[in-house]
Protein backbone atom coordinates (compact mmCIF):
# COMPACT_ATOMS: atom_id res chain seq x y z
CA UNK A 1 0.00 0.00 0.00
CA UNK A 2 2.34 2.30 1.05
CA UNK A 3 4.86 1.64 -2.33
CA UNK A 4 1.22 2.62 -4.09
CA UNK A 5 0.37 5.93 -2.50
CA UNK A 6 4.14 6.54 -3.16
CA UNK A 7 3.76 5.96 -6.72
CA UNK A 8 0.65 7.85 -6.93
CA UNK A 9 2.46 11.18 -5.37
CA UNK A 10 5.13 11.20 -7.61
CA UNK A 11 3.19 11.24 -10.41
CA UNK A 12 1.01 13.51 -9.30
CA UNK A 13 4.26 15.88 -8.56
CA UNK A 14 5.60 15.00 -11.81
CA UNK A 15 2.74 15.92 -13.75
CA UNK A 16 2.40 18.98 -11.99
CA UNK A 17 5.82 20.35 -13.05
CA UNK A 18 5.49 18.81 -16.47
CA UNK A 19 2.12 21.32 -16.70
CA UNK A 20 4.16 24.22 -14.88
CA UNK A 21 7.06 23.78 -17.57
CA UNK A 22 4.90 23.99 -20.31
CA UNK A 23 3.11 27.06 -19.28
CA UNK A 24 5.74 28.63 -18.10
CA UNK A 25 7.25 28.60 -21.73
CA UNK A 26 10.24 26.60 -19.96
CA UNK A 27 9.95 23.63 -22.04
CA UNK A 28 7.93 20.36 -23.17
CA UNK A 29 7.79 19.08 -19.94
CA UNK A 30 9.04 15.64 -20.51
CA UNK A 31 12.51 15.58 -18.31
CA UNK A 32 10.67 17.90 -15.87
CA UNK A 33 8.15 15.50 -15.10
CA UNK A 34 10.80 12.91 -14.66
CA UNK A 35 13.10 14.27 -12.28
CA UNK A 36 10.06 15.43 -10.34
CA UNK A 37 8.85 12.10 -10.35
CA UNK A 38 12.12 10.13 -9.47
CA UNK A 39 12.68 12.05 -6.30
CA UNK A 40 9.62 11.32 -4.74
CA UNK A 41 9.61 7.95 -5.66
CA UNK A 42 13.35 6.36 -6.83
CA UNK A 43 11.77 3.23 -7.69
CA UNK A 44 9.02 4.53 -10.01
CA UNK A 45 10.57 3.19 -12.86
CA UNK A 46 10.28 -0.65 -11.43
CA UNK A 47 6.40 0.21 -10.85
CA UNK A 48 5.61 1.66 -14.24
CA UNK A 49 7.34 -1.11 -16.13
CA UNK A 50 6.18 -4.37 -14.21
CA UNK A 51 3.77 -5.85 -16.28
CA UNK A 52 4.92 -4.09 -19.54
CA UNK A 53 7.00 -5.29 -22.93
CA UNK A 54 10.32 -3.07 -22.44
CA UNK A 55 13.13 -2.30 -24.73
CA UNK A 56 15.94 -0.87 -24.04
CA UNK A 57 18.00 0.39 -27.08
CA UNK A 58 21.66 1.94 -25.98
CA UNK A 59 24.28 3.27 -28.17
CA UNK A 60 26.27 6.60 -28.67
CA UNK A 61 25.16 6.83 -32.46
CA UNK A 62 21.91 5.56 -33.60
CA UNK A 63 19.59 5.08 -30.69
CA UNK A 64 17.30 7.43 -31.85
CA UNK A 65 16.87 6.24 -35.19
CA UNK A 66 17.09 2.28 -33.87
CA UNK A 67 13.98 3.29 -31.53
CA UNK A 68 12.33 5.57 -33.77
CA UNK A 69 11.98 2.12 -36.31
CA UNK A 70 11.54 -0.35 -33.69
CA UNK A 71 8.36 2.12 -32.56
CA UNK A 72 7.36 2.18 -36.39
CA UNK A 73 7.62 -1.63 -36.12
CA UNK A 74 5.85 -2.49 -33.57
CA UNK A 75 2.90 0.14 -33.86
CA UNK A 76 2.41 -0.88 -37.58
CA UNK A 77 1.92 -4.52 -35.43
CA UNK A 78 -1.18 -3.63 -33.68
CA UNK A 79 0.38 -2.87 -30.77
CA UNK A 80 0.54 0.44 -28.42
CA UNK A 81 3.52 1.36 -27.35
CA UNK A 82 4.81 4.43 -25.50
CA UNK A 83 8.74 5.85 -26.47
CA UNK A 84 10.88 8.74 -25.63
CA UNK A 85 11.04 9.89 -28.99
CA UNK A 86 12.21 13.64 -27.82
CA UNK A 87 15.37 12.14 -27.14
CA UNK A 88 15.41 12.44 -23.03
CA UNK A 89 17.30 9.66 -23.08
CA UNK A 90 18.45 9.87 -19.05
CA UNK A 91 16.80 7.76 -16.62
CA UNK A 92 14.28 10.60 -15.71
CA UNK A 93 13.73 11.09 -19.54
CA UNK A 94 12.97 7.47 -19.54
CA UNK A 95 10.83 7.57 -16.55
CA UNK A 96 8.21 10.36 -17.94
CA UNK A 97 7.53 8.45 -21.19
CA UNK A 98 6.55 5.52 -19.05
CA UNK A 99 4.82 7.97 -16.88
CA UNK A 100 2.70 9.92 -19.84
CA UNK A 101 1.24 6.63 -21.17
CA UNK A 102 0.35 4.20 -18.66
CA UNK A 103 -2.03 2.65 -20.69
CA UNK A 104 1.08 1.11 -23.26
CA UNK A 105 1.18 -2.80 -23.17
CA UNK A 106 4.95 -1.78 -24.30
CA UNK A 107 7.53 0.58 -24.12
CA UNK A 108 10.57 1.08 -26.31
CA UNK A 109 13.11 3.44 -24.41
CA UNK A 110 15.76 5.13 -26.16
CA UNK A 111 18.36 5.13 -23.12
CA UNK A 112 21.67 6.88 -22.49
CA UNK A 113 24.96 4.56 -22.83
CA UNK A 114 26.12 5.69 -19.53
CA UNK A 115 22.12 5.50 -17.75
CA UNK A 116 21.71 1.48 -19.12
CA UNK A 117 23.19 0.16 -15.83
CA UNK A 118 20.60 1.97 -13.88
CA UNK A 119 17.65 1.36 -16.54
CA UNK A 120 18.32 -2.46 -17.00
CA UNK A 121 18.38 -3.03 -12.91
CA UNK A 122 15.39 -0.99 -12.22
CA UNK A 123 13.33 -1.81 -15.66
CA UNK A 124 13.88 -5.39 -16.12
CA UNK A 125 13.54 -5.10 -20.00
CA UNK A 126 12.44 -8.25 -22.13
CA UNK A 127 14.97 -6.77 -24.86
CA UNK A 128 18.15 -4.87 -25.03
CA UNK A 129 19.32 -3.67 -28.37
CA UNK A 130 23.11 -2.80 -28.17
CA UNK A 131 24.68 -0.54 -31.28
CA UNK A 132 28.09 0.98 -31.52
CA UNK A 133 30.64 2.91 -28.17
CA UNK A 134 32.74 5.46 -28.85
CA UNK A 135 33.95 8.67 -27.35
CA UNK A 136 31.11 11.38 -26.71
CA UNK A 137 30.57 14.09 -24.22
CA UNK A 138 34.42 12.73 -22.48
CA UNK A 139 33.78 15.35 -19.58
CA UNK A 140 31.09 12.92 -18.55
CA UNK A 141 31.22 9.51 -20.16
CA UNK A 142 35.47 9.08 -19.95
CA UNK A 143 36.90 6.47 -21.66
CA UNK A 144 34.68 4.15 -23.88
CA UNK A 145 35.87 1.07 -22.40
CA UNK A 146 34.66 2.12 -18.76
CA UNK A 147 31.48 1.99 -20.72
CA UNK A 148 32.07 -0.99 -21.47
CA UNK A 149 32.76 -2.56 -18.43
CA UNK A 150 29.99 -1.33 -16.91
CA UNK A 151 27.57 -3.06 -19.46
CA UNK A 152 29.44 -6.52 -19.26
CA UNK A 153 28.81 -6.19 -14.92
CA UNK A 154 25.03 -5.68 -15.42
CA UNK A 155 24.24 -7.68 -18.07
CA UNK A 156 25.92 -10.93 -15.90
CA UNK A 157 23.96 -9.84 -12.94
CA UNK A 158 20.92 -8.95 -14.99
CA UNK A 159 20.39 -11.71 -17.58
CA UNK A 160 18.27 -10.44 -20.40
CA UNK A 161 17.79 -10.95 -24.38
CA UNK A 162 19.96 -8.86 -26.43
CA UNK A 163 20.52 -7.87 -29.58
CA UNK A 164 24.18 -6.10 -30.28
CA UNK A 165 26.40 -5.56 -32.90
CA UNK A 166 29.21 -7.42 -33.88
CA UNK A 167 30.39 -4.85 -35.54
CA UNK A 168 32.27 -3.02 -32.23
CA UNK A 169 34.85 -4.88 -30.66
CA UNK A 170 33.88 -3.09 -27.39
CA UNK A 171 30.39 -4.17 -27.71
CA UNK A 172 31.03 -7.48 -28.58
CA UNK A 173 33.33 -8.02 -25.21
CA UNK A 174 30.22 -6.49 -23.28
CA UNK A 175 28.01 -9.06 -24.42
CA UNK A 176 30.24 -12.03 -25.31
CA UNK A 177 28.74 -13.57 -21.96
CA UNK A 178 25.01 -13.14 -22.90
CA UNK A 179 23.34 -16.34 -23.14
CA UNK A 180 20.64 -15.48 -24.98
CA UNK A 181 21.78 -13.12 -28.01
CA UNK A 182 21.49 -11.80 -31.27
CA UNK A 183 24.59 -10.74 -33.44
CA UNK A 184 23.77 -8.24 -36.05
CA UNK A 185 26.46 -7.12 -38.89
CA UNK A 186 25.73 -3.38 -39.40
CA UNK A 187 28.00 -2.98 -42.29
CA UNK A 188 30.15 -0.22 -39.89
CA UNK A 189 33.35 -1.70 -38.45
CA UNK A 190 34.73 1.02 -36.64
CA UNK A 191 38.51 1.60 -36.08
CA UNK A 192 38.65 5.18 -34.21
CA UNK A 193 37.79 3.81 -30.44
CA UNK A 194 38.51 -0.02 -31.10
CA UNK A 195 42.11 0.05 -31.48
CA UNK A 196 42.73 -1.81 -28.12
CA UNK A 197 41.69 -5.27 -27.41
CA UNK A 198 38.93 -5.25 -24.57
CA UNK A 199 39.99 -8.25 -23.68
CA UNK A 200 43.61 -8.47 -22.77
CA UNK A 201 44.78 -4.85 -23.77
CA UNK A 202 46.63 -5.73 -26.51
CA UNK A 203 46.39 -4.05 -29.81
CA UNK A 204 43.82 -5.23 -32.49
CA UNK A 205 44.26 -6.63 -35.65
CA UNK A 206 42.19 -4.44 -37.71
CA UNK A 207 41.17 -5.31 -41.40
CA UNK A 208 38.39 -3.87 -43.96
CA UNK A 209 35.64 -5.73 -42.72
CA UNK A 210 36.44 -7.55 -39.53
CA UNK A 211 39.13 -7.53 -36.02
CA UNK A 212 40.81 -10.01 -33.87
CA UNK A 213 43.23 -10.76 -31.24
CA UNK A 214 46.03 -12.88 -30.37
CA UNK A 215 44.61 -13.69 -27.45
CA UNK A 216 41.26 -15.30 -29.43
CA UNK A 217 39.48 -12.38 -29.01
CA UNK A 218 37.54 -11.89 -32.43
CA UNK A 219 34.27 -10.98 -34.32
CA UNK A 220 31.67 -13.32 -33.49
CA UNK A 221 29.86 -14.52 -36.89
CA UNK A 222 26.46 -12.95 -37.60
CA UNK A 223 23.08 -13.84 -37.13
CA UNK A 224 21.44 -10.86 -39.09
CA UNK A 225 23.28 -8.74 -41.81
CA UNK A 226 22.36 -6.10 -43.77
CA UNK A 227 23.40 -5.77 -47.63
CA UNK A 228 22.22 -5.01 -51.43
CA UNK A 229 19.21 -3.51 -50.19
CA UNK A 230 17.76 -6.58 -48.06
CA UNK A 231 18.44 -7.44 -44.58
CA UNK A 232 19.33 -11.44 -43.72
CA UNK A 233 17.90 -13.40 -40.95
CA UNK A 234 19.62 -16.48 -40.79
CA UNK A 235 17.96 -18.16 -44.48
CA UNK A 236 15.43 -15.22 -44.91
CA UNK A 237 16.48 -12.61 -46.61
CA UNK A 238 13.77 -9.45 -46.52
CA UNK A 239 14.22 -6.04 -48.52
CA UNK A 240 14.50 -3.20 -47.08
CA UNK A 241 14.43 0.19 -49.08
CA UNK A 242 14.60 3.25 -46.83
CA UNK A 243 13.74 6.86 -47.01
CA UNK A 244 15.53 8.18 -44.42
CA UNK A 245 18.85 10.14 -46.35
CA UNK A 246 22.15 8.60 -45.08
CA UNK A 247 23.25 5.60 -45.76
CA UNK A 248 24.15 4.52 -42.16
CA UNK A 249 20.63 4.21 -41.22
CA UNK A 250 20.83 1.15 -42.53
CA UNK A 251 22.97 -0.18 -39.83
CA UNK A 252 20.32 1.16 -37.53
CA UNK A 253 17.93 -0.59 -39.86
CA UNK A 254 19.44 -3.81 -39.23
CA UNK A 255 19.67 -3.23 -35.22
CA UNK A 256 15.70 -2.75 -35.34
CA UNK A 257 14.59 -5.75 -37.47
CA UNK A 258 16.38 -7.73 -35.59
CA UNK A 259 14.97 -6.60 -32.74
CA UNK A 260 11.63 -6.93 -34.15
CA UNK A 261 12.55 -10.56 -34.73
CA UNK A 262 13.31 -11.06 -31.42
CA UNK A 263 10.25 -9.74 -30.14
CA UNK A 264 8.37 -12.57 -32.34
CA UNK A 265 6.87 -9.52 -35.16
CA UNK A 266 6.89 -10.48 -39.01
CA UNK A 267 9.91 -8.84 -40.57
CA UNK A 268 9.11 -8.52 -43.87
CA UNK A 269 5.60 -6.27 -42.50
CA UNK A 270 8.77 -4.44 -39.89
CA UNK A 271 10.73 -3.41 -42.59
CA UNK A 272 7.62 -2.66 -44.84
CA UNK A 273 7.13 -0.01 -42.01
CA UNK A 274 10.11 1.01 -41.45
CA UNK A 275 11.02 1.68 -45.03
CA UNK A 276 8.04 4.63 -45.25
CA UNK A 277 9.91 6.33 -42.35
CA UNK A 278 10.48 10.03 -43.52
CA UNK A 279 12.11 11.02 -40.47
CA UNK A 280 13.06 9.74 -36.54
CA UNK A 281 10.92 11.14 -34.09
CA UNK A 282 9.85 14.50 -34.49
CA UNK A 283 13.61 15.72 -35.61
CA UNK A 284 13.45 17.45 -39.43
CA UNK A 285 16.41 16.22 -42.00
CA UNK A 286 15.95 19.81 -44.21
CA UNK A 287 15.64 23.35 -42.30
CA UNK A 288 14.59 26.44 -44.47
CA UNK A 289 17.95 29.17 -43.74
CA UNK A 290 16.05 32.28 -44.42
CA UNK A 291 17.16 33.20 -47.82
CA UNK A 292 14.78 31.05 -49.84
CA UNK A 293 17.25 27.82 -49.40
CA UNK A 294 17.10 24.91 -47.27
CA UNK A 295 19.85 22.85 -45.99
CA UNK A 296 19.83 19.01 -45.07
CA UNK A 297 20.19 18.80 -41.47
CA UNK A 298 22.54 16.39 -39.79
CA UNK A 299 23.69 15.46 -36.17
CA UNK A 300 27.45 15.12 -36.09
CA UNK A 301 28.11 14.94 -32.62
CA UNK A 302 31.86 12.92 -31.74
CA UNK A 303 34.45 11.41 -33.91
CA UNK A 304 32.77 8.31 -35.06
CA UNK A 305 29.75 10.15 -36.61
CA UNK A 306 32.33 12.76 -38.39
CA UNK A 307 33.86 9.48 -39.43
CA UNK A 308 30.47 7.95 -41.22
CA UNK A 309 29.53 11.78 -42.57
CA UNK A 310 33.04 12.59 -43.88
CA UNK A 311 32.71 9.31 -46.33
CA UNK A 312 29.68 10.84 -47.29
CA UNK A 313 30.69 14.27 -48.19
CA UNK A 314 34.20 13.30 -49.41
CA UNK A 315 34.44 14.01 -53.18
CA UNK A 316 31.38 16.76 -53.19
CA UNK A 317 31.22 20.28 -53.71
CA UNK A 318 28.44 20.75 -51.04
CA UNK A 319 28.15 23.39 -48.74
CA UNK A 320 29.01 22.72 -45.22
CA UNK A 321 28.33 24.27 -41.67
CA UNK A 322 29.96 22.94 -39.03
CA UNK A 323 27.83 24.13 -35.64
CA UNK A 324 29.50 22.77 -32.93
CA UNK A 325 27.81 23.68 -29.23
CA UNK A 326 29.87 23.09 -26.01
CA UNK A 327 26.65 22.89 -23.43
CA UNK A 328 26.20 20.05 -21.23
CA UNK A 329 24.71 17.64 -24.08
CA UNK A 330 27.04 18.24 -26.60
CA UNK A 331 30.13 17.65 -23.76
CA UNK A 332 32.08 20.88 -22.98
CA UNK A 333 35.32 19.04 -23.50
CA UNK A 334 35.54 19.52 -27.33
CA UNK A 335 39.58 18.21 -27.80
CA UNK A 336 38.00 15.37 -30.11
CA UNK A 337 37.59 18.08 -32.57
CA UNK A 338 41.48 17.22 -33.83
CA UNK A 339 40.86 13.08 -34.07
CA UNK A 340 38.40 14.23 -37.01
CA UNK A 341 40.24 14.43 -40.71
CA UNK A 342 38.79 17.11 -41.78
CA UNK A 343 41.43 17.19 -44.39
CA UNK A 344 39.61 15.09 -46.34
CA UNK A 345 37.09 18.12 -46.64
CA UNK A 346 38.84 19.89 -48.93
CA UNK A 347 36.37 20.35 -51.76
CA UNK A 348 34.07 21.52 -49.67
CA UNK A 349 33.47 25.05 -48.99
CA UNK A 350 32.78 25.24 -45.28
CA UNK A 351 31.46 28.42 -42.56
CA UNK A 352 31.19 27.25 -39.47
CA UNK A 353 29.02 28.69 -36.35
CA UNK A 354 27.81 27.66 -32.83
CA UNK A 355 29.72 28.89 -29.63
CA UNK A 356 32.65 26.36 -30.47
CA UNK A 357 33.04 28.27 -33.85
CA UNK A 358 36.69 29.50 -33.10
CA UNK A 359 37.84 26.09 -32.33
CA UNK A 360 36.61 24.84 -35.11
CA UNK A 361 38.18 27.57 -37.88
CA UNK A 362 41.28 26.62 -36.03
CA UNK A 363 41.11 23.19 -36.36
CA UNK A 364 39.69 23.44 -40.27
CA UNK A 365 42.96 25.77 -41.04
CA UNK A 366 44.96 23.83 -39.92
CA UNK A 367 43.61 21.10 -41.88
CA UNK A 368 43.85 23.22 -44.96
CA UNK A 369 40.36 23.88 -45.49
CA UNK A 370 39.94 27.12 -43.69
CA UNK A 371 36.26 28.46 -43.43
CA UNK A 372 34.44 31.19 -45.69
CA UNK A 373 32.90 32.46 -42.87
CA UNK A 374 32.92 32.43 -38.89
CA UNK A 375 29.88 33.11 -37.00
CA UNK A 376 27.61 32.70 -34.15
CA UNK A 377 24.31 31.31 -35.67
CA UNK A 378 24.55 28.30 -37.91
CA UNK A 379 22.21 29.86 -40.32
CA UNK A 380 24.41 33.23 -40.86
CA UNK A 381 27.19 30.71 -41.47
CA UNK A 382 24.82 28.67 -44.48
CA UNK A 383 23.21 32.35 -45.81
CA UNK A 384 27.17 32.82 -46.86
CA UNK A 385 27.44 29.39 -48.27
CA UNK A 386 26.87 29.56 -52.17
CA UNK A 387 25.24 26.93 -53.97
CA UNK A 388 21.75 24.89 -53.12
CA UNK A 389 23.45 21.62 -51.73
CA UNK A 390 23.97 22.35 -48.75
CA UNK A 391 24.61 21.04 -44.81
CA UNK A 392 24.91 21.67 -41.88
CA UNK A 393 26.04 18.67 -39.54
CA UNK A 394 25.25 20.22 -35.77
CA UNK A 395 26.62 19.08 -32.60
CA UNK A 396 23.14 17.89 -30.19
CA UNK A 397 22.22 21.32 -29.04
CA UNK A 398 21.98 22.72 -32.40
CA UNK A 399 20.63 20.08 -34.15
CA UNK A 400 17.60 19.62 -31.51
CA UNK A 401 17.41 23.39 -31.49
CA UNK A 402 17.13 23.46 -35.48
CA UNK A 403 15.16 19.86 -36.43
CA UNK A 404 12.84 19.06 -34.01
CA UNK A 405 9.68 20.54 -35.10
Known sequence: MAGRLRAAAALGAGELASVVSRATGRGHGHQIRGRVALAVDPQLPRRLADGRRVVLVSATNGKTATSSMLVAAVRD???????????????????????????????????????????LDLMAPELVVLGNLSRDQLDRHLEVRRIAERWKQVLAEHPTRVVASNSDPNVAWAVEDVEDLTWVDTGLVSRLDNAICPSCRELLDLSSDTWNCSCGFTRPPADVSVADGAI???????????????????????????AADALGLDVARAAHAVGHLDQVGNRRHRVPIGDGREAELVLAKN????????????????????????????????????DVPYERLGALTIATAGTRTLDVAVRLQHAGCPPVAIEADPFDAARALPGDDLVIAASYSIFHRLGVR
Open 303 to 338: PSSWALLIDELEGTDRGLVIAQDDNAADGTDPSWLW
Open 232 to 258: RLGDRSVPLELRLPWSWQRANAALALA
Open 77 to 119: AGTHVTTNSDGANLLAGMTSALAADRNAPAAVLECDEANLPFA
